[in-house]
C-alpha cells in the first residue's frame, strides 16, 4: 500500500492544546483537618478560602476564562484550588532542593515550548478552556523546578553536555528510524540521473524535489519509524546506507520512484531534539522526587470542593493542569537508520 506524503505527514505542534490538560495524581491529599474558612492545608501553611475565592476571581478577568469558567463553575473552583496547592509544594520543594529559577528562565521556557506557534493563538485556545496566562507561567516554573532537582540529585546527566553527545551517539548505533526522503519522476533515465545527483550531494534533495513536486514526492528528508514507511519501499530503506538510495518503478503512481537515505543528523542540528528530550526525562524524574516533598507535606483539602478517589480531587477527573509538556508522540531518535 502507498500512502501520499499528504497522509504521513503531519505536522505535530510542540505545544498541543490538547496536551494541556492532563491529569497528575495529587497523591498524599486527606481531609483530616479542616476549617470552613481554610481551602488547603499544606504542611504547616494554608491556602484559605478568601485566597481561592481572590484566584479564581483574578483568572476571571480574561473573558474567554470567564467564559469557561461560568460553564463549568465547579471544576473550575477545584482546578484552581489544586493549582494553588501545587504552587505551595513546589515552593517547599525548590527550598528543599535550593533550587531558584528566574523569571526569564521561565520565559525563556515558555518560547521554547512555543517553537514557532504563534502565542496570541495557543493563549487565546488555552483561555478557551479555562487557563490563564498567570497558569502557563507558574507550570513552566515547576518543569523547570523539576528538572533542576533531578540534575542536582544525579537523576539527569543527560541534561549535560557530555550527557547530549552521549545520547546522540546511543542513537546513531541504536536507531529506530530512518532519515528518508522519496521523489517520483517519470522514468528510468530520470530517477538514475536524480540519484546520481543526490549521492554526490545530499544537500539537493530538497531543491530536486521541488522540480518534481507532487503527491508522491516529499519535499524534505523525513525521520521515519519502518511502520510509516511506504511498502514499495520499506525493505530496500531499511537496508540502505546513510547517504544512498534506490529506484523503485511503482505502476500506481504512474512512474519510477527514487529514494534517499540521509547522511546522520550533526550534532548541532540534532541538538534541540536532544535537549527537549533531556528536559521531559529530568522533568519525569524531578517529579518523583516533588511526589515525596507533597507526601511529606500532609496535603488536606476541605471536603466542601470535594473528595479525592486515587489521589485526584473528585470529580475534577482532569486533575492539576499540566500546561507545557512536550506530548507530541516521538518520531523517533535523533539520528537516522542505516
Known amino acids: ?62 473573558p474567554d476564562v470567564a467564559a469557561y469558567a461560568d460553564a463549568h463553575p465547579d471544576e473550575f473552583t477545584r482546578r484552581v484550588l489544586t493549582l494553588l496547592v501545587q504552587e505551595e509544594v513546589y515552593t517547599e520543594a525548590a527550598k528543599r532542593y535550593h ?36 497558569d502557563v507561567f507558574e507550570n513552566a516554573r515547576q518543569q523547570l523546578v523539576r528538572q533542576q532537582i533531578a540534575v542536582q540529585e544525579g537523576k539527569a546527566e543527560g541534561l549535560t553536555e557530555a550527557g547530549l553527545r552521549a545520547a546522540y551517539e546511543k542513537a546513531r548505533k541504536n536507531p529506530t528510524t530512518i532519515r528518508l526522503g522519496y521523489i517520483a519522476v517519470p ?11 543526490l549521492t554526490a550531494d545530499p544537500s539537493r534533495y530538497a531543491a530536486l524535489a521541488a522540480q518534481y513536486k507532487g503527491q508522491y514526492t516529499l519535499p524534505e528528508l523525513e525521520e521515519r519509524t519502518p511502520d510509516k514507511i511506504p511498502g ?23 512512474g519510477v520512484i527514487v529514494a534517499f537515505v540521509g547522511p546522520y543528523t550533526p550534532f548541532e542540528e540534532a541538538r534541540p531534539q536532544l535537549e527537549q528530550q533531556a528536559a521531559d526525562a529530568a522533568s519525569q524524574a524531578g517529579n518523583a522526587l516533588v511526589d515525596k516533598v507533597r507526601k511529606d507535606l500532609d496535603v488536606t483539602v476541605n471536603p466542601r470542593y470535594g473528595t479525592f478517589q486515587n489521589g485526584q480531587l473528585a470529580p475534577d477527573t482532569s486533575g492539576v493542569v499540566d500546561l507545557l509538556e512536550n506530548k507530541a508522540p516521538a518520531t523517533g531518535s535523533t539520528a537516522p537508520s542505516n
Open 1 to 62: 500500500m502507498w500512502d501520499s506524503p499528504g497522509v504521513l505527514k503531519r505536522r505535530v505542534s510542540r505545544v498541543l492544546v490538547t496536551g494541556f490538560l492532563m491529569a497528575v495524581a495529587v497523591s498524599g491529599l486527606s481531609a483530616c483537618r479542616t476549617s470552613p474558612t481554610v481551602a488547603a492545608y499544606v504542611g504547616d501553611g494554608q491556602v484559605t478560602v478568601a485566597e481561592l475565592d481572590t484566584a479564581v476571581a483574578d483568572r476571571r478577568e480574561d
Open 99 to 134: 533550587v531558584e529559577i528566574g523569571d526569564d528562565e521561565v520565559r525563556s521556557r515558555i518560547q521554547q515550548l512555543l517553537g514557532k506557534d504563534d502565542p496570541a493563538t495557543v493563549y487565546g485556545q488555552l483561555a478557551a478552556q479555562g487557563v490563564g496566562r498567570a
Open 187 to 197: 522514468d528510468q533515465a530520470t530517477a538514475d540521473a536524480v540519484l546520481a545527483q
Open 232 to 254: 514499495p519501499l520499506a525493505e530496500q530503506a531499511a537496508a540502505a546506507k546513510p547517504g544512498t538510495g534506490f529506484t523503485v518503478a511503482v505502476p500506481e503512481v504512474g
